[in-house]
Nanobody, 129 residues
Framework: VVRLVESGGGLVQPGGSLRLSCEAS????????MAWVRQVPGKGLEWVSG????????KYADSVKGRFTVSRDNAKNTLFLQLNSLKSEDTAKYYC??????????????????????GGQGTQVTVSS
């Protein structure tokens, strides 16, 4: 059974930092590109960042570029997202996402190419003073 279990969220002041983690199981983690997506209540989902299977390619949404850093540890089947210089508009529930296709040739940036909410419930990040 494919599972993605997120953790690390919380309440932080503007300008603060958090480190999100996602433990993956049930599939060959090192053969899939991974991503982080987020959802604000009442708004749509947003693709935040993606990382290729061996970390050769990394991409970010313009809204987080320069502030967030994605990484992965294939030996531990874990995906990370370091969130720095947090803003109120970063408040959302964050999900880690798995590419729907194994060893896709390119790193996709479209939500439709990923699946999430697989066993975990996401992790809430709230940025507020």
């Amino acid at each position: 059974v494919v599972r993605l279990v997120e953790s690390g969220g919380g309440l932080v002041q503007p300008g603060g930092s958090l480190r999100l983690s996602c433990e993956a199981s049930g599939f060959p983690f090192d053969s899939y590109h991974m991503a982080w997506v987020r959802q604000v209540p009442g708004k749509g989902l947003e693709w935040v960042s993606g990382i290729s299977s061996r970390s050769y390619t990394i991409k970010y949404a313009d809204s987080v570029k320069g502030r967030f850093t994605v990484s992965r540890d294939n030996a531990k089947n874990t995906l990370f997202l370091q969130l720095n210089s947090l803003k109120s508009e970063d408040t959302a529930k964050y999900y880690c996402a798995k590419d729907r296709e194994i060893l896709r040739f390119t790193l996709a940036t479209s939500l439709s190419e990923y699946e999430w909410n697989l066993g975990g419930q996401g992790t809430q990040v709230t940025v507020s003073s």
